[in-house]
């Protein structure tokens, strides 16, 4: 006899977005700096790409800036702040989905960043010392953009309000 999935009471059928786990941004960071090491090592991929621009670094900083304002300007709406004005509900769908697309970015940036530093760091050439400072300051706006879409998603979170009771109990 067939199941039908979707009439399975012990199934959660309710859509819902659940918060970002570390494990998964670590392991798509290790996937991403072993790619990264794989490819600069056995193709010498770096020496056609050589120097690094900056470009990476730039855009992912300001990815991470514009995520910490929303996620500082969310917080206070979502908070009912004095002078924050009311959060629409779909505009907070949004941030969340943008900040749990974001980390994964940010993660995956990471990961190959730092295998391209070890990389880098480890190759004797001039040309691959000159490279370390993008690498490093890409990895580092990398982590701040996961910080910044952590914080954004977090921000997302409706707040616990212990004077509402059970909807249910107060209808009766």
């Known amino acids: 006899m067939s199941v039908n999935p979707g009439n399975d009471p012990s199934r959660r059928t309710d859509p819902s977005l659940r918060p970002t786990s570390a494990s998964a941004l670590i392991v798509a960071a ?9 490819l600069i090592s056995t193709n010498d991929l770096f020496y056609y790409i050589s120097p690094l621009p900056w470009t990476g670094a730039g855009v992912l900083g300001v990815l991470a800036v514009a995520e910490a304002y929303l996620a500082q ?3 206070a709406r979502i908070q009912r702040k004095p002078g924050a004005p009311p959060v ?6 949004r941030y969340a989905a943008l900040a749990k697309a974001s980390s994964l ?11 391209l530093l070890v990389w880098l760091l480890l190759e004797p050439t001039e040309e691959a010392g000159s490279s370390v400072p993008t690498a490093a300051t890409t990895l ?4 701040a953009l996961i910080a910044a ?3 954004l998603e977090r921000a997302c979170r409706v707040p616990d309000r212990p004077d509402r009771e059970d ?6």
């Not at 580092?140 to 982590?143: D, E, L, P």
């Not at 909807?167 to 009766?172: H, I, K, S, V």
Request: charged share 10%.
């Open 30 to 38: 290790l996937a991403a700096a072993a790619v990264g090491w794989l």
């Open 73 to 75: 300007n969310t917080s």
């Open 88 to 93: 629409q509900p779909l505009a907070v769908a």
């Open 105 to 115: 970015v940010g993660a995956l940036s990471a990961g190959f960043t730092a295998g």
């Open 140 to 143: 580092a706006a990398a982590i």
């Open 149 to 151: 879409a952590l914080w």
């Open 167 to 172: 909807d249910e109990a107060n209808r009766r």
